[in-house]
């Protein structure tokens, strides 16, 4: 039996803000989740290594303006934070 990750649970520890950053934040990294499963079979973010996100920032968005960019780079940062890992993104 599979059941869906659930990305709010996940980073509900470590979402702080205002309302709309916070689902901004989620939103982002369920665009993110989606796209490393689709890319790399990767469900969810325990499996993940920093090189799949660091394909996602640079391969995925990395025709976005910068804004997005750094935008999703902050919420990377965020699902690193909540992972326990010392990863580091450049903006």
């Known amino acids: 039996m599979s059941r869906s990750f659930d990305m709010e649970l996940f980073l509900a520890g470590v979402l702080t803000g205002s309302h709309t950053t916070r689902r901004r934040h989620l939103h982002q990294a369920k665009v993110m989740q989606a796209e490393i499963a689709r890319r790399w079979q990767r469900e969810t973010p325990w499996a993940w290594h920093r090189k799949h996100v660091v394909w996602f ?25 909540r992972l326990g890992t010392s990863w580091l993104f450049k903006l």
């Open 57 to 81: 920032l640079k391969d995925c968005i990395g025709h976005r303006n910068e804004a997005t960019r750094y935008y999703y780079v902050l919420t990377a940062r965020l699902l690193a934070l």
